[in-house]
């Protein structure tokens, strides 16, 4: 019947009957209809309704890459975060591919943010980090994450690191500023703050208030030289 419904062209029909065959079975065969009912699904309403057919491979373990990517995109569509954070775990236990791996890593962290989980976001945080040491949005990820947790030096020293990792010098500038206030304002560290904002007024000396900032701290530090200099630009 259902091959007979597929060459017809009968996907309408063909798409509850494959979807009952998967909750009748058990195991590699529930799923096989599973998937067939949510393509077809797909093709005939939209990527929303294929949920029902997703829940259903859902139910058997071992889980696929299929059902545990698809459940990952259902739960986030959904707010769902908790299991995101689950699909997304076990998606990442399942590549040897750094660049694969951080990614997965790093929506992992994500999801564990959305669901309060903070201890969990860092340590996904850290392993995007560890698996590409120049990955941006997580070195900023990382850095919300820290200033939210009151860890405003561990905030400021992310984002120093996100700078780095960037290819243009503006964004550097602009990413440094961010440091230089958190050092200043929040961590109360004037060596870093000073140092952060050399790196700025480097690329631009008239950025937001560098000049100003900065003219402070070498008053304060007695620095007559570098004041001198900043005064000439």
Same mark, same amino acid.
């Given at each position: 019947m259902a091959s007979t419904l597929?060459? #017809?062209g009968r996907d309408e029909e063909l798409d509850p009957?494959?979807?009952e065959i998967a909750r009748a079975l058990q195991g590699p065969e529930s799923v096989a209809h599973a998937m067939l009912s949510a393509r077809l699904r797909q093709q005939t309403a939209s990527w929303d309704d294929t949920r029902e057919a997703v829940e259903t491979a859902w139910r058997h373990t071992p889980r696929g890459l299929?059902?545990?990517?698809?459940?990952a995109a259902h739960a986030r569509a959904r707010g769902e975060h908790g299991l995101a954070l689950?699909?997304?775990?076990?998606l990442g236990e399942r590549t040897s591919r750094p660049s694969e791996a951080a990614t997965l890593s790093l929506r992992a962290a994500q999801s564990a943010l959305k669901a309060g989980q903070?201890?969990? #976001?860092?340590a996904f945080l850290s392993q995007t980090i560890e698996l590409v040491p120049h990955h941006v949005v997580a070195h900023l990820e990382l850095a919300a994450v820290l200033e939210a947790t009151n860890n405003p030096a561990g905030a400021a020293a992310a984002?120093?690191?996100a700078a780095s990792a960037c290819a243009s010098p503006a964004e550097q500038a602009?990413?440094?500023y961010r440091a230089a206030q958190m050092w200043q304002d929040k961590a109360d560290d004037s060596m870093h703050a000073r140092q952060a904002l050399e790196a700025v007024a480097a690329v631009d000396p008239s950025f937001e208030d560098v000049f100003q900032?900065?003219?402070g701290i070498y008053i304060a530090d007695g620095a007559r030289a570098e004041l001198a200099a900043l005064l000439e630009r």
């Open positions: 597929i060459g #017809a009957i494959a979807l299929w059902v545990l990517r698809q459940m689950e699909c997304d775990r076990a903070i201890e969990d #976001a860092l984002l120093e690191a602009r990413i440094l900032r900065l003219r």
